[in-house]
């Protein structure tokens, strides 16, 4: 399984970006995307499955981050919307298997992360 993720750069306090993550090969159940703000541990920011309709989000995003994903295309985007300046972080996108959705340790390929910086 490999991972693509795009779509990081820079924006201003109250803007939008769009990450997209594009996966190749099969037999992971979902995906998520954790993030990495400089001097901080990673964090889990979405997830969402392949099947059904079940995302989750952090408190800190929710309502704010939209996860989807596009089966035919082995794609999931992040729409991040009213971006704040500690959303200023690298960005990952990983392939999840089963249990907590919220531990990285559940998911076993990572993306290379992309960077978004907010200003404000």
């Known amino acids: 399984v490999q991972l693509q993720a795009s779509g990081g750069g820079l924006v201003q306090a109250g803007g939008s970006l769009r990450l997209s993550c594009a996966a190749s090969g099969r037999g992971f159940s979902g995906m998520g995307w954790f993030r990495q703000a400089p001097g901080k541990e990673r964090e889990f920011v979405a997830h969402?499955?392949?099947?059904?309709?079940?995302?989750y989000y952090a408190d800190s995003v929710q309502g704010r981050f939209t996860i989807s994903r596009d089966n035919a295309k082995n794609t999931v985007d992040l729409q991040m919307n009213s971006l704040k300046p500690e959303d200023t972080a690298v960005y990952y996108c990983?392939?999840?298997?089963?249990?907590?959705?919220?531990?990285?340790?559940?998911?076993?390929?990572w993306g290379q992360g992309t960077l978004v910086t907010v200003s404000s």
């Open positions: 990983a392939a999840y298997w089963s249990g907590r959705y919220y531990n990285s340790e559940n998911y076993k390929y």
């Open positions: 969402i499955r392949w099947s059904g309709a079940t995302s």
